[in-house]
Nanobody, 121 residues
C-alpha cells in the first residue's frame, strides 16, 4: 500500500509564509505527477500547483508569484512554499500523487490526509 503524509499546516497572519510537505511511502516503483489541491467548505477541491517527474510546474492564477512547488525525488516528497499569504488562501490543503507500484504497471492516484492552513487578517 501507499501512504501520503502531510505536515506543515497551521495558523499564520496575512503576509506570512508557510511550507507544506508531503512524503510518500510504501509500495512505490515510480511517482509521476505530484500536486497540491485545496478545498474550503461548500466548494470543490481546486488545483493549486502541480509538478511533473521532470520538474515542470504549473500554478493556479490565484497563487502565481506567491507559491512555489518543488519535489525531492530521492525522498518521494513534494513541498509547497507559500508566501505573501492572504485570508482567501485559508483552506484544507491536500497533496496528490500518481504512483506506480512494484507489482503492477497501473498508475494509481493517492491523496494525503489534508492540512489546515488558516490565514488571519
Amino acid at each position: 500500500q501507499v501512504q501520503l503524509v502531510e505536515s506543515g499546516g497551521g495558523l499564520v497572519q496575512a503576509g506570512g509564509s508557510l511550507r507544506l510537505s508531503c512524503a510518500a511511502s510504501g509500495n512505490i516503483f515510480s511517482i509521476n505527477d505530484m500536486g497540491w489541491y485545496r478545498q474550503t467548505p461548500g466548494k470543490q477541491r481546486e488545483l493549486v500547483a502541480g509538478i511533473t517527474s521532470s520538474g515542470v510546474t504549473d500554478y493556479a492564477d490565484s497563487v502565481k508569484g506567491r507559491f512555489t512547488i518543488s519535489r525531492d525525488n530521492a525522498k518521494n516528497t513534494v513541498y509547497l512554499q507559500m508566501s505573501s499569504l492572504k485570508p482567501e488562501d485559508t483552506a484544507v490543503y491536500y497533496c496528490n500523487a500518481r504512483i506506480r507500484g512494484w507489482d503492477s504497471i497501473r498508475v494509481n492516484i493517492y491523496w494525503g490526509q489534508g492540512a489546515q492552513v488558516t490565514v488571519s487578517s
